[in-house]
């Protein structure tokens, strides 16, 4: 039966819904944070400009322990279970940028608004330690420097994701995480960047990540990052060094 000229086809569109997924995340390798410090946020509102040479000779480029204090996403005043935090958008976009190498039938743009991480900070077990490594800067010369950054070596979190159903289910986004936490990971030199291999994690239940809940709460925390342990012999030494040749030149 031929269709008449001045027939219609009715649109049809299905009712979109919102899923909501609770998932535990455990670290495969150690987490370096890269917050930005509150002096450098500060200097980037209020530049006080380049140093003269007589204040370059009087002041010291590094202070490794306020640096290491510095580099963590913390949460202020005593509620909560973790003084660490870390951005909810970090393992968004972690999630995201693996549909580059997913069959997934959509583009990253598309599945940016397909899934959401509820909340802006998402609450991080685990007991940080002092690491130091050498660095090469981002000028013409490539300068080598000193990065004093809070490494946890185990570490979880628990995420509260929702998604659009039924463009998504359960098992699609647990297959998006588990990329995303293998190819790119969170925080500094993570496996995104292609060289470090930091930040890695995998889906874990609360039954496994039980150990690290216990011991990287918020008390253990809050000694740590007053009174750090070193991550690495390396560190150990570097910090050593420095510490001795502040008190030589009476810093």
Known sequence: MKKRANEVNEV?????????????????????????SAKVRGELLLPKGKKTAAEKATTLKHDP?????????????????????FPATAFKNAAIGAVRHLDAGVTMVQMKQLIWVCGDIVSVY??????????????MNKTPDVRTRAILPEWCCRLKIQFVKPNL???A???????????????DFRQEKGKGNYGQFEISSEAECRDIISRGGMNAQDDALESPE???SETAELYGWYVEERKRRGR
């Open 173 to 187: 986004l647990a297959r998006l995480l588990e990329a995303g936490g293998l190819l790119n990971g969170v925080g």
């Open 65 to 85: 322990l306020a640096e290491y204090r510095a580099s963590v996403y913390r949460r202020m005043g005593n509620v909560g279970e973790t003084r660490l935090t």
């Open 12 to 36: 049809q569109i299905e009712k979109l819904g919102v899923g909501v997924a609770s998932v535990w995340l455990k670290g495969m390798t150690p987490l370096i944070y890269n917050a930005m």
């Open 126 to 139: 685990g007991v940080p330690q002092l690491h130091m490594a050498v660095v090469r800067s981002a000028d």
């Open 169 to 171: 289910n359960e098992t």
């Open 230 to 232: 070193f991550y690495d």
